[in-house]
T-cell receptor
């Protein structure tokens, strides 16, 4: 069945370092992927998305990489700041599906 | 206005109560969603409304009853809930329903923290 999962449930990095959050998916029909950030007590906030016809997309301090061969998605955050501390979810949408399937989430902690 | 609002922020109710959660967006989005999120878990889809019509019900118990009075509003009526229904209930909207022709992000509201006693 469909599943979207993450390799690591928690990740701690030093402030100023780069962080990489990984996500594996199993649905080969997935063609749209989103990364969300959820801070404590808040709803998920859109970070960046990528379509399956791309393998890399960059935003402000964030980069998403998509490897369709191994069904792997990653989110790179450059020069992490305390405000980056949150739970990060990947989500995928299969072609023709009307819903997103969320991964289990990774808690990112930024150490001062 | 680029946000999804939800009321109330917190709700405590007994198992015999009837209450409603409300969600509103003024972005002209034509798809709206209800999710349930338990602590330390990802959001789980409950319902999808596309163009004000219910298009997906993820086998949600009938004690949860969604309603879409117009394109800007989405309600979730609650009746005879169980303690295990305690969770964060998130509303989201997107410009268009997700489909093979449309890739568009979902904007989430802050959620309603529901506690069932």
């Amino acid at each position: 069945g469909e599943s979207v999962g993450l390799h690591l449930p928690t990740l701690s990095v030093q402030e100023g370092d780069n962080s990489i959050i990984n996500c594996a998916y199993s649905n080969s029909a997935s063609d749209y992927f989103i990364w969300y950030k959820q801070e404590s007590g808040k709803g998920p906030q859109f970070i960046i998305d990528i379509r399956s016809n791309m393998d890399k997309r960059q935003g402000q301090r964030v980069t998403v990489l998509l490897n369709k061969t191994v069904k792997h998605l990653s989110l790179q955050i450059a020069a992490t700041q305390p405000g980056d501390s949150a739970v990060y979810f990947c989500a995928e949408n299969g072609r023709g599906a009307q819903k997103l399937v969320f991964g289990q989430g990774t808690r990112l902690t930024i150490n001062p | 206005d680029t946000e999804v609002t939800q009321t109330p922020k917190h709700l405590v109710m007994g198992m015999t109560n009837k209450k409603s959660l409300k969600c509103e967006q003024h972005m002209g989005h034509r798809a709206m969603y209800w999710y349930k999120q338990k602590a330390k878990k990802p959001p789980e889809l409950m319902f999808v409304y596309s163009y004000e019509k219910l298009s997906i019900n993820e086998s949600v118990p009938s004690r949860f009853s969604p309603e879409c009075p117009n394109s800007s509003l989405l309600n979730l009526h609650l009746h005879a809930l169980q303690p295990e229904d305690s969770a964060l209930y998130l509303c989201a909207s997107s410009q268009e329903p997700l489909s093979a022709l449309s890739y568009n992000e979902q904007f989430f509201g802050p959620g309603t923290r529901l506690t069932v006693l």
